[in-house]
C-alpha cells in the first residue's frame, strides 16, 4: 500500500496571514516528498476559508517546482464546474509543465454553500450527471479530434491544446461512495477514490465491498486502483492522541455546519461555533473521532492500517486537515513517515 498526503490551506481567523498560510502548506509538501511519499493531494474549493484552494493545478504546479518525486493528484477537482476542453487541456498543460506527473481526480462536490454561488439551482444529482458526462469528454479530447453533443456540453470536433505528456492522459479517479459511481469509475477504466464519513472502518470495508463489486460487473476490464482517504494523527502518547480527537472532533463540527450551509460567512469565515455548540453536537464527539478516524500514537496506526491492507486497497491518502497548529501538523506528518511507514516496506 501506497502513502500520499492530502493538504489544503485553512483558514479558521482573520488573524491568519494568508501567505504564511500557503507557505506552510508548501513545506507539508516538501516534508512528504523528502519522507518517500507516493503522491500529494489537493483539492478545488470556492470562497470557503476552511478550504482555500481556487484551483489545485496552479498549486500542484507550485509544488512541481518544491518536490522531486512525488505524483500531483488534484483531490478533487468539482466536475459540474469546468467545460470538458478546457479541462483536458488545463489537466494537458499541467502535465507537461510537471514532466507528467498529474493525477487527475475528479468529484461532483460536496457543498451546497458553493453550487448557490457558480451554479444557482444545481443539485446533487445534475452534478453527478455532469461528471459522468465529462469524464469520458475529458479522455475523448486528450485523444483529439472529439465532437460533443451531450446534455450540458455541445461542441464540434476538438483537440486538446495542448495534449498531456504521459501516454492517454493522466490517470483518472473518481471520487465514489454509492454503488452506481463505483460501477461508472471503474467500466470508465478510472481509479476510485473513497472517503468514510460517518461509519469508521465498517464504512471502510462497505466502500471496499462496492468497489470490488463494480470490478466483478465489470470484469473484461483491468482492475483499477483504488484509495482511502482518511483524517490522521500520529500522535507522541495517550495524552496527544486525546488532544488530537479533541482537535478533529472541533474540525468536524466545521465541516458539519459548512455542510449545512445554515450559518452565516462574512469574509470567507463561518459564524464561529461556541463550546456549547460542539459540546451537543448529536454524533460527532472526540470519542467518535478517535474510534472512526486514524488517532493514535503510531503502534495504533500501523495496526489500524495493516487492516486497510488487508481490505486491497492500493493507497492510504493521509488527510492532514484538521484546523491544529503547523507546528501539530508537521509533528503528526514526521511521526508517520518516521514511525508508521516503514512497517509498509
Known amino acids: 500500500m501506497k502513502f500520499s498526503l492530502f493538504a489544503h490551506m485553512e483558514r479558521i481567523s482573520p488573524d491568519q496571514d494568508q501567505k504564511q498560510l500557503y507557505d506552510e502548506f508548501i513545506e507539508l509538501c516538501k516534508i512528504a516528498d523528502r519522507g518517500g511519499m507516493h503522491a500529494i493531494w489537493t483539492g478545488e474549493h470556492h470562497g470557503m476559508n476552511f478550504t482555500i484552494a481556487p484551483n489545485p493545478m496552479l498549486n500542484l504546479i507550485d509544488v512541481a517546482r518544491h518536490t522531486e518525486n512525488v505524483r500531483l493528484g488534484t483531490g478533487t477537482v468539482i466536475a459540474p464546474f469546468w467545460h470538458p476542453i478546457r479541462l483536458a487541456g488545463e ?37 453527478g450527471q455532469r ?14 479530434d472529439y465532437e460533443h453533443n451531450g446534455e450540458f456540453h455541445q461542441f464540434p470536433k476538438t483537440t486538446s491544446s495542448p495534449q498531456p505528456v504521459q501516454e492517454d492522459g493522466p490517470p483518472i479517479w473518481v471520487a465514489a461512495r454509492d454503488p452506481n459511481s463505483h460501477e ?22 462497505d466502500l471496499m465491498s462496492k468497489f470490488n463489486a463494480a470490478c466483478e460487473k465489470f470484469a473484461d476490464i483491468p482492475r483499477p486502483k483504488v484509495m482511502l482517504l482518511q483524517h490522521t494523527y500520529v500522535a507522541a502518547d495517550e495524552a496527544d492522541t486525546k488532544l488530537g480527537a479533541e482537535e478533529l472532533n472541533r474540525f468536524y463540527c466545521y465541516f458539519g455546519a459548512w455542510f449545512m450551509n445554515k450559518r452565516e460567512v462574512t469574509q470567507g469565515l463561518i459564524d464561529p461555533l461556541t463550546e456549547e455548540d460542539i459540546a451537543n453536537h448529536p454524533f460527532y464527539s472526540p470519542e467518535a473521532m478517535e474510534r472512526d478516524l486514524v488517532i493514535g500514537t503510531a503502534d495504533k496506526v ?44
Open 91 to 127: 489537466a494537458a498543460m499541467t502535465d507537461i509543465i510537471t514532466e507528467g506527473r498529474l493525477e487527475l481526480g475528479i468529484a461532483r462536490g460536496a457543498y451546497e454553500y458553493e453550487y448557490e454561488r457558480l451554479m444557482p439551482g444545481m443539485d446533487a444529482w445534475e452534478a
Open 131 to 144: 461528471l459522468r458526462e465529462l469524464v469520458p469528454a475529458v479522455k475523448a479530447l486528450w485523444k483529439g
Open 184 to 205: 461508472f469509475a471503474v467500466s470508465n477504466r478510472c481509479n476510485v477514490q473513497v472517503t468514510p464519513l460517518w461509519k469508521g472502518d465498517e464504512e471502510v470495508a
Open 302 to 345: 500501523i495496526e489500524r492500517l495493516k487492516g486497510y491492507e488487508a481490505l486491497g486497497y492500493d493507497e492510504y491518502s493521509f488527510w492532514i486537515d484538521s484546523s491544529m497548529s503547523f507546528e501539530r501538523k508537521k509533528a503528526s506528518l514526521e511521526r508517520f513517515i518516521n514511525e508508521v511507514m516503514p512497517a509498509f516496506q
